[in-house]
């Protein structure tokens, strides 16, 4: 399975982005998918995560400003984020899982500037 992410960027705090995760390659169905990301010099973190069924996960620290969904007829991921904060800068890792293994995305920047 190979990951393309895409939709990160630069923007000032208080600010929206829109993050995309698409998912090609072998035909394993697609099972829980996510978010992860990691700051400068930090572990990487849960960010979201999202069940094949829709059931939806979020680190404390996100709650109420990231949103997750998924299409499933286009095996991809979004992480909608609002109200984005300094903190909130990193990179971020799109997340999924098979019946077989776990797979990553290459990473995506963002960056928000106070």
């Known amino acids: 399975v190979q990951l393309q992410a895409s939709g990160g960027g630069l923007v000032q705090a208080g600010g929206s982005l829109r993050l995309s995760c698409a998912a090609s390659?072998?035909?394993?169905?697609?099972?829980?998918m996510g978010w992860y990301r990691q700051p400068p010099g930090e572990q990487r973190e849960l960010v979201a995560t999202?069940?094949?069924?829709?059931?939806?996960k979020y680190a404390d620290s996100v709650k109420g400003r990231f949103t997750i969904s998924r299409d499933n007829t286009k095996n991809t991921v979004y992480l909608q984020m609002n109200s984005l904060k300094p903190e909130d800068t990193a990179v971020y890792y799109c997340?999924?899982?098979?019946?077989?293994?776990?797979?990553w995305g290459q990473g995506t920047q963002v960056t928000v500037s106070s």
């Open positions: 997340w999924v899982t098979t019946i077989s293994d776990d797979f």
């Open positions: 390659g072998r035909r394993w169905r697609i099972g829980a």
């Open positions: 999202i069940s094949s069924g829709g059931s939806t």
